[in-house]
């Protein structure tokens, strides 16, 4: 079965930082990966994700992420965080074959962004 | 569409009590499924459906019951419950095919238990 951790569990940031959150998966086989944001308050909704091609997958609101096969990462990436970026992030992994759609998930990350 | 619907929004429980936490999505998807969600631990995978009249178990089942009559609706039950059944509990959809990968998720329920 895959796993996912989150190793950040709290990151606290000034407007304008740059943001790197990790994440590292492990499964044997090809994956799907996902990045998640939840605002406070909010229901979760996708960030962006990544199935093949280019490694490095742009998502909404400015935030990108790269796959690296050989370490089992996706790590979360924005070069100058905003206020609005408050919120919590979670990594999600589903294997790309086996007709499986259930997704497991990171312990999430807690964002606070200072202004 | 009004994508993933879930009620209640909140409830308050005593121990013991049974009640049913609704969740229906109208974009036709095959998949759905529920989570809770509880500081530091994340999302849990209670149940989840591949389709009408399919269930199975996730990774912190007991204590709950689902059933999937119809595409459209996945109810969650409880049947007594307890204390650590204090979360928040959401449901999610997604369709099949390369797409159904991605998760539509409901507003949420939170829930305290007593």
């Known amino acids: 079965a895959q796993s996912v951790s989150q190793h950040n569990h709290h990151v606290i940031l000034s407007e304008a930082a740059s943001l790197e959150l990790g994440c590292n998966y492990s499964y044997g086989g090809t994956v799907n990966l996902f990045w998640y944001v939840q605002y406070p308050g909010q229901h979760l909704q996708l960030l962006l994700k990544?199935?093949?091609?280019?490694?490095l997958v742009k998502g909404i609101k400015g935030f990108e992420a790269e796959f690296i096969k050989s370490k089992f990462s996706f790590n979360l990436r924005k070069p100058s965080v905003q206020w609005s970026d408050t919120a919590e992030y979670f990594c999600a992994v589903i294997p790309a074959s086996g007709g499986s759609y259930i997704p497991t998930f990171g312990r999430g990350t807690s964002l606070i962004v200072h202004p | 569409n009004a994508g993933v619907t879930q009620t209640p929004k909140f409830q308050v429980l005593k121990t013991g009590q049974s009640m049913t936490l609704q969740c229906a999505q109208d974009m036709n998807h095959e998949y759905m499924s529920w989570y809770r969600q509880d500081p530091g631990m994340g999302l849990r995978l209670i149940h989840y459906s591949v389709g009408a009249g399919i269930t199975d178990q996730g990774e912190v089942p007991n204590g709950y019951n689902v059933s999937r009559s119809t595409t459209e609706d996945f109810p969650l039950r409880l049947l007594s419950a307890a204390p650590s059944q204090t979360s928040v509990y959401f449901c999610?959809?997604?369709?099949?095919?390369?797409?159904?990968?991605?998760?539509?998720f409901g507003p949420g329920t939170r829930l305290l238990v007593l």
């Open positions: 990544y199935f093949s091609g280019d490694p």
């Open positions: 999610a959809s997604s369709p099949s095919g390369k797409a159904g990968k991605t998760q539509y």
